[in-house]
């Protein structure tokens, strides 16, 4: 059984970055084919996907940010990291982390994590 756990801040103040830890257990995020993805959802809105590392390490980000994202891995931990650069309270979500599987559903989820942007 896999399981997924996100950690990090609860708030985070406006042009700064938010930063978030997925801790994977029952698997390796090195184990093929699987993509190791953060998504969100704000107050009142679908979920909306930010990118993912791949278990080559190779990612893949939603255009729309900007170039604001970066998800990196560290292997000896099992974990993968995102960082998200000059958040605003658009940014307020309930941040997931989630496995997605090569056919593109996901099959695992982490509980998620409130992440209010506010000075």
């Known amino acids: 059984q896999v399981q997924l756990q996100e950690s990090g801040p609860d708030l985070v103040k406006p042009s700064q970055t938010l930063s978030l830890t997925c801790t994977v257990s029952?698997?390796?995020?090195?184990?093929?084919?699987?993509?190791w993805s953060w998504i969100r959802q704000p107050p009142g809105k679908g979920l909306d996907w930010i990118g993912y590392?791949?278990?080559?390490?190779?990612?893949t980000y939603k255009p729309s940010l900007n170039g604001r994202t970066s998800i990196s891995r560290d292997t000896s931990k099992n974990q993968f990291t995102l960082q998200l650069s000059s958040v605003t309270p658009e940014d307020t979500a309930v941040y997931y982390c989630?496995?997605?599987?090569?056919?593109?559903?996901?099959?695992?989820w982490g509980q998620g994590t409130q992440v209010t942007v506010s000075s």
């Open positions: 590392i791949g278990y080559s390490g190779s990612t």
């Open positions: 029952g698997g390796s995020i090195t184990t093929a084919y699987y993509y």
């Open positions: 989630a496995r997605r599987l090569a056919t593109g559903g996901y099959d695992y």
